[in-house]
């Protein structure tokens, strides 16, 4: 029973399956979470009129079987959605499309074992497509306290209906130099993130396979091991000396983590490293929004509108591929860090 907007397609909403309400009346999103969901589409300029609705699963069926349902409704999906089609079914011309919950998301990314926990809020440009997970109205209906990520979700689909990009790749340098590292921190500005990529066999035991930092503006990488799995040092007997060096670079800067006290800080002090004044991201947004989740990825896209980078996190992935992922956190931190600072002095 999908929907087609009545004149051009603004945007595409696909949820997971129909309620009482939708198979009794022949309609999606009719029922109160559609209607929760109306009321946060107007406060965007939308009316029901401008969006096409429909569902990952058009049948009525028991809950145990929806799985099912959605893999045998996964083709139907994409052919309902594929541009250009019919006047009716132009979803894809330039139209962004919000799933809504975990069923929506595992089939338009063609994902099954998708998580929308791990997606939502994230910006994914595939297939010619705009595609903004978000969470269920009726899993805010039972948890009132997500209403407002479900707001914030909402404001980014609108962002993104006038245009609006996704945060591009972080740029980056790699140091391999003690001169360059010297150079490179030392013109860094006072307020600089710092993010640790290690084997995660726990703070106090866990080698150390590299650090980024950014302030910002500049974002650069130090590798600190040879070997993906922790082994060699890539500083050899100079490591004393590049342990001193990013001690002095925070020995007049703050420095950013997220939840660096419980992890971070105590990896860089097993080498040598320093820290003298901090802040966290963890602790910011606690003290602003204490019942929500405090992952780095949740808090980072409630207030920046980024690819789903997390998902690229592979512990068996090659160093280059990790160095990259290590600078992307580094910079989402401080990019955090100072949007945090914003609303907790507005609080």
């Not at 280059?320 to 290590?326: G, P, R, T």
Request: aromatic content about 6%; some cysteine.
């Amino acid at each position: 029973m999908p929907e087609h907007a009545s004149g051009g397609v603004k945007l595409t909403v696909v949820g997971e399956a129909p309620g009482k309400t939708e198979v009794n009346q022949g309609r999606p999103f009719v029922g109160p979470s559609g209607k929760m969901l109306e009321r946060g589409l107007a406060t965007i300029g939308l009316k029901r009129s401008d969006v096409q609705w429909t569902n990952a699963v058009l049948c009525d069926c028991r809950e145990n079987q929806l799985e099912e349902a959605r893999s045998c409704c996964e083709q139907r999906l994409h052919d309902e959605l594929a541009p250009m089609k019919s006047a009716a079914s132009r979803a894809l011309s330039g139209a962004p499309v919000m799933t809504v919950g975990a069923l929506a998301l595992r089939s338009v990314l063609r994902k099954p074992q998708a998580q929308i926990l791990k997606y939502r809020g994230s910006v994914i440009q595939e297939g010619g497509r705009t595609v903004l997970p978000t969470i269920h109205p009726a899993f805010v209906m039972r948890e009132p306290a997500w209403g407002v990520v479900l707001e914030r979700d909402v404001a980014r689909v609108g962002r993104f209906m006038l245009g609006g990009k996704p945060v591009p790749p972080v740029q980056f340098e790699v140091i391999r130099g003690l001169h360059g590292l010297g150079m490179t921190l030392g013109a860094m500005g006072r307020v600089v993130s710092f993010d640790v990529e290690t084997l995660e066999l726990g703070p106090t035991e866990t080698p150390l396979i590299c650090y980024a930092l950014s302030d910002g503006e500049r974002t650069a990488v130090v590798p600190w091991s040879t070997g993906r799995d922790g082994t060699g040092s890539f500083w050899g007997a100079h490591e004393k000396v590049a342990s001193e060096v990013t001690s002095i670079c925070f020995r007049n800067r703050k420095v950013i983590m997220q939840n660096g006290e419980a992890f971070d800080a105590i990896v860089a002090k097993r080498y040598g490293i320093e820290i003298a004044e901090w802040g966290d991201t963890l602790l910011a947004y606690h003290v602003l929004e204490s019942h929500l989740p405090k992952n780095l990825a949740h808090i980072a896209t409630q207030f920046l509108d980024l690819r789903p980078w997390k998902m690229s996190e592979e512990r068996h992935a090659s160093l280059e591929a990790l160095y990259e992922y290590n600078a992307t956190d580094a910079w989402v931190t401080i990019k955090l860090w100072y949007e945090l600072e914003k609303r907790l002095s507005n609080a």
